[in-house]
């Protein structure tokens, strides 16, 4: 090898060994943007930490809960609920825990944060000057860009990017859901639903036309254009819970987990057919692994997983048939798996566990669990490429998110570090790595 080359190889591959034991994230496959991933719900991520390899890095404050992972930060939420307490929104660095910005407020009984398109909202409770609005923040500064008067405090918004470079906000609060189109200065709402939503679904994006919601025997698609509504399963219950539905863009197919007409809790498949006025169902499934709350959680090939207090089963998309069932385990009510590669994350009162899919055998254990808290958020947390965050439940003061770092192997920093230097190293004039991170 030429000398020159050789001296610019040994350079790259020292600086890049250096950016890699430093902890420096040059590019991450999958981020943790929205509750259960993203606007379908799915739970599922191409990310995959190896669970054996985790350990606890660093701990949120006392009562921040339902964190999102956008760049190399974490977006989460400490709730004053009806405390009178204070309400803050942060930003904190994902590696260190460091707090990038906070933004505090005196709200009653407002939403948790949502991230999306650079922006972060919140409704703001229903009490004080800023009642019944929903509340804009900049996501890169915590800086308030202004205030949509929303007329409703609803939950958690679901952020969902324009092609026109705005983003609309769909907000529930349980009888009304509202479609709120927020730009770079100002926002308005577009349209206004009512139905029976239950109070514990939050809006899943179905088609990229229609939004679905789910409360305990009543089923609803809206046309995200219009606001016009389909209430497809009419039951004879009504009122309180629901659950977020999960849809599966590759089958045209969303899953309801819920409650219907009064037979407890009963997984029902549904088949979109394009709009939300074309909706038709294609079987159902209780008993066996079909516990009561929480939503499933979809692998790659569409396959659902869900879990009850002692059973973990795969289930056919096709058909509704069990494929596999891992008896004798223990879960906590209500809970929404999470999929992380070919990992499956669950948890129970104390414990949250790992699952390989491949085999269904329990691979790690990490302690600590949101157990079986009646909220709206039944996930186990986050994840990305190096990353595992454990959510507490966004329950007045509980413990605050815990994240585990997976540390990577040496043998895998190797392949990382010396393809990229032989690359540089071919080049007349090399240039440095770059170490720069992405704000939220």
């Known amino acids: 090898m030429h000398r020159a080359i050789w001296d610019s190889y040994k350079r790259v591959t020292l600086t890049a060994a250096v950016l890699a034991v430093g902890g420096i994230q040059v590019a991450r496959a999958d981020d943790w943007p929205s509750y259960q991933h993203d606007t379908a719900h ?144 100002s926002g308005s709402v577009l349209w206004t ?38 209430h497809f399963q009419n039951g004879n219950i009504s009122g309180g819970g629901g659950d977020t539905v999960v849809y599966d863009a590759a089958h045209s197919a969303f899953y309801v987990l819920d409650d219907y007409d009064g037979v407890g809790s009963t997984l029902t498949a549904y088949h979109f057919g394009g709009a939300y006025n074309a909706i038709t169902r294609l079987w159902q499934k209780s008993g ?43 879960f906590a009510n209500a809970v929404a798996p999470l999929i992380a590669g070919n990992v499956l994350w669950a948890y129970d009162e104390s414990n949250t566990y790992a699952y390989d899919l491949t085999t269904l055998n329990r691979v790690a254990t990490l302690p600590g669990t949101r ?16 990353h595992y965050l454990i959510d507490y439940g966004n329950i007045y003061n509980s413990p605050g998110f815990d994240v585990y770092v997976a540390a990577p192997e040496p043998a895998a920093l190797g392949l990382l570090v010396i393809p990229a230097a032989l690359t540089l190293a071919g080049r007349r004039r090399g240039r440095r790595p770059s170490a720069n991170a992405t704000p939220a």
Do not use: C
């Open 288 to 330: 066996t692994g079909i516990g009561d709350g929480g939503q499933v959680a979809l692998d790659s090939a569409g396959h659902l997983y869900s879990v009850d207090n002692s059973n973990l089963v795969e289930i056919d998309p096709a058909t509704g048939n069990i494929l596999r069932t891992k008896t004798g385990q223990s």
């Open 371 to 386: 157990g079986s808290l009646n909220s709206t958020f039944d996930s186990p947390g986050a994840v990305d490429d190096a």
């Open 193 to 230: 639903a009512s139905g029976s939503y239950g109070g514990a679904s939050l809006p899943t994006l179905v088609g990229g036309n229609t939004i679905v919601l789910a409360g305990p025997g009543q089923y609803y698609a809206i046309d995200r254009a219009t606001g016009a509504q389909n």
């Open 42 to 185: 799915t739970g599922r991520t191409t990310a995959s930490p190896a669970p054996d390899k985790l350990t606890l890095k660093w701990s949120a404050p006392t009562g921040y809960a339902t964190p999102l992972i956008v760049g190399n930060n974490v977006i989460a939420t400490h709730n004053g609920q009806g405390t009178g307490t204070d309400s803050t929104i942060r930003s904190f660095n994902l590696n260190t825990g460091a707090v990038n910005w906070s933004f505090t407020g005196s709200y009653t009984f407002p939403s948790q944060a949502a991230y999306g398109n650079g922006l972060v909202t919140f409704t703001a409770g229903i009490i004080g000057a800023d009642a019944n609005k929903l509340i804009v923040l900049d996501s890169a500064t915590g800086a308030l860009k202004y205030k949509v008067t929303a007329g409703l405090s609803g939950d958690m918004p679901v952020m969902v990017p324009e092609a026109n470079g705005t983003t609309t906000a769909y907000v529930t609060d349980g009888g009304k859901v509202k479609a709120i189109s927020l730009g770079a200065s």
